[in-house]
């Protein structure tokens, strides 16, 4: 029997984590989940009062939310956020054994600093991070697809502020991964994104 093997894929939002991670799970015939499975979980059996960074802020509408933080102060909460989703990752990481052969978790709740603090000398353990920093592509699928809701849900005059939150989110990703010294792919959104991914991942007869 294979060793069991966990791959990581983190990632800024709109960047193509659950499209990649779906064709790396298939690849190596693996499952996979997300860490917005795994947050939804968490958010049903703990309290705001308790676990207040489990959440997004209350009484803010996408609107609101977008008008009154600033785009670093957006970060801020969202490294906050995946501090506190990371709880429950981590302990699935650990204890799931259902999955026997191991299983792909992408999400944008998976951080360098987090993974290195609890899974940096598990051979059973791989992370790697996709970062893309064009504006413009980036402001394409926020306003086509949208990020806070459906993109026409809310007005496009606040969409500017999520591309520049998650910009800002991709760049301080990058630094973080380059500190503990995980592999970083830089996503074109083409076709040769699978396989730079799968280059730095271990090839599936090496496990």
């Known amino acids: 029997m294979s060793e069991r093997r966990v791959i990581l894929i983190g990632g800024a939002p ?3 984590k659950s499209t990649l991670a779906e064709r790396v799970a298939k690849h190596f015939d693996l499952p996979w989940i997300s860490t917005d499975q795994i947050r939804t ?3 049903k059996v703990a309290s705001r009062v308790d676990h207040p960074r489990l959440f997004n802020p209350d009484g803010y509408t996408p609107e609101k939310f977008l ?3 600033s785009a670093d102060e957006i970060v801020r909460i969202e490294f906050d956020q995946a501090e ?3 709880t429950g990752a981590s302990a699935f990481i650990k204890q799931e054994w259902t999955w026997t052969r191991g299983f792909v978790v992408e999400g944008v709740n998976i951080l360098p600093h987090l993974v290195a603090r609890d899974f940096m000398n598990d051979p059973q353990v791989e992370a ?3 970062v893309d920093e064009n504006v413009e592509r980036i402001r394409r699928v926020i306003h086509t697809r949208g990020l ?3 993109a026409n849900s809310y007005s496009d005059d606040v969409k500017d502020k999520e591309v520049e939150w998650v910009t800002l989110f991709s760049r ?3 630094a973080d991964a380059a500190k503990y010294g995980y592999p970083l792919v830089e996503i074109r959104k083409s076709a040769a994104d699978f396989d730079a991914l799968l280059a730095v991942l271990r090839p599936a007869d090496s496990v």
Do not use: D, K, N, Q
Request: charged share 25%; glycine share 10%.
């Open 14 to 16: 709109t960047v193509g």
């Open 148 to 150: 806070a809701g459906a």
């Open 172 to 174: 301080r990703l990058r």
């Open 128 to 130: 790697v991070f996709l």
């Open 67 to 69: 008008r009154e933080f």
């Open 41 to 43: 979980i968490m958010r």
């Open 84 to 86: 506190a989703v990371w």
